[in-house]
């Protein structure tokens, strides 16, 4: 079935640790990539986004992904991550191959320990 | 900030009572979504709407419809609220053209348990 997968469900580091999040997911065709972010409460919130050119995409608050077509993957980084990044993080794919509709991941929490 | 505004933002109801959640656009995008966003399930997309009047079912539509008479507002309603349905729910809109046109904005969100 078509889908996209999160790796990790929860992740926990400490301040001025590095982070990547894995996304992968199982479309065909050209797809539309996105990364959002919800801080406790609030709504999401577009990190960054994926549409064709450079696979290095950066986004607000030093994040950045790479698209990695042979891996069907999308993986977020921040070499230094901060208190506030303490949110959930939500990988999205918009897919030719799927119509007009975008297709979200579970989500992984990230907690950042001061 | 897209210019979503949701209704309620909060609320309580009874199992078997009819519930209608509102969003509201100022920009006049042509698509609008409702998700709901549950632990463990990220958002599932429960309706969509291409334009006034035409709508499309997602994949967690049992339970819901949808209307939209005008281009600002989509309307979500639970016909008979269960306490399965006791969820956050988000509204959010696809731009026109260009790159903003294929990134989707989201709402506030409306908070809706279902005793």
């Known amino acids: 079935a078509q889908s996209v997968s999160q790796h990790n469900h929860h992740v926990i580091l400490s301040e001025a640790a590095s982070l990547e999040l894995g996304c992968n997911y199982s479309y065909g065709g050209t797809v539309n990539l996105f990364w959002y972010v919800q801080y406790p409460g609030q709504h999401l919130q577009l990190l960054l986004k994926y549409f064709s050119g450079d696979p290095l995409v950066k986004g607000i608050k030093g994040f950045e992904a790479e698209f990695i077509k042979s891996k069907f993957s999308f993986n977020l980084r921040k070499p230094s991550v901060q208190w506030s990044d303490t949110a959930e993080y939500f990988c999205?794919?918009?897919?030719?191959?799927?119509?007009?509709?975008?297709?979200f991941g579970p989500g992984t929490r990230l907690s950042v320990l001061p | 900030d897209a210019g979503i505004t949701q209704s309620p933002r909060h609320k309580v109801t009874e199992t078997g009572t009819p519930v209608t959640l509102r969003c509201h656009q100022t920009e006049n995008h042509r698509y609008m979504y409702w998700y709901r966003q549950d632990p463990g399930h990220g958002l599932r997309l429960i309706h969509y709407?291409?334009?006034?009047?035409?709508?499309d079912k997602g994949e967690v539509s049992d339970g819901y419809s949808v209307s939209r008479s005008k281009t600002e507002d989509f309307l979500l309603t639970l016909e008979s609220a269960t306490s399965s349905q006791t969820s956050v729910y988000f509204c959010?809109?696809?731009?026109?053209?260009?790159?903003?046109?294929?990134?989707?904005?989201f709402g506030p969100g409306t908070r809706l348990l279902v005793l």
């Open positions: 709407s291409y334009g006034v009047k035409d709508t």
């Open positions: 959010a809109i696809r731009g026109g053209s260009g790159p903003r046109g294929e990134t989707q904005y």
């Open positions: 999205a794919v918009k897919s030719d191959n799927y119509g007009q509709n975008f297709v």
